[in-house]
């Protein structure tokens, strides 16, 4: 054998092909490739974008608006009134809670069953009448009752500013 022979370059006496299309078209098309391939999961972090559960998002929140109250509700599918908690604090109203597995099978090989903690925060930018709040669960969905304070009826009144002394 010859050393020739071994190099990997060179050995072809065939041309390189001509290049048939536009090479604009061909350098925006590997561009646009490159920018996927870089920016791909970065509005889903981690397990988000193959497992939804495992995102920000869970549980998944409906919020209605009235002119009486704010109702969020939450699906929370597979879980009881005791493993969750409802907090009102700071402006804002915090769903939190822990999904357990009921067994332990080492035998399973891929699951996507959620367990695990999860907190979903809303801010509200509405007075609440805080101490009229109520929650109810049924069949997986946790409804939130938050009816909105009475707007103060006190009318502006006029300050008087004392001299200095």
Excluded: C
């Excluded at 048939?20 to 981690?46: C, H």
């Excluded at 908690?85 to 009921?102: F, M, N, Q, W």
């Amino acid at each position: 054998m010859n050393v020739r022979e071994m190099i990997p370059w060179g050995r072809s006496s065939q041309s390189v092909s001509p290049f048939n299309g536009d090479p604009f078209l061909s350098l925006q098309r590997e561009m646009n490739r490159l920018f996927d391939d870089v920016f791909r999961g970065f509005d889903t972090p981690g397990l988000a974008g193959r497992f939804p559960a495992f995102g920000t998002s869970w549980p998944k929140l409906e919020i209605a608006d009235s002119d009486k109250a704010l109702t969020v509700s939450a699906e929370v599918p597979g879980m009881e009134e005791k493993d969750i908690e409802v907090l009102l604090d700071d402006g804002a109203l915090t769903i939190r809670g822990e999904k357990t597995s009921d067994s332990e099978d080492k035998d399973k090989q891929f699951s996507e069953h959620f367990y695990g903690k999860f907190e979903r925060r809303i801010p509200l930018d509405a007075a609440i009448a805080a101490d009229q709040v109520s929650a109810s669960f049924k069949n997986g969905m946790l409804t939130v009752t938050l009816p909105k304070a009475e707007p103060s009826t006190t009318a502006a009144r006029r300050i008087a500013i004392q001299p200095g002394k």
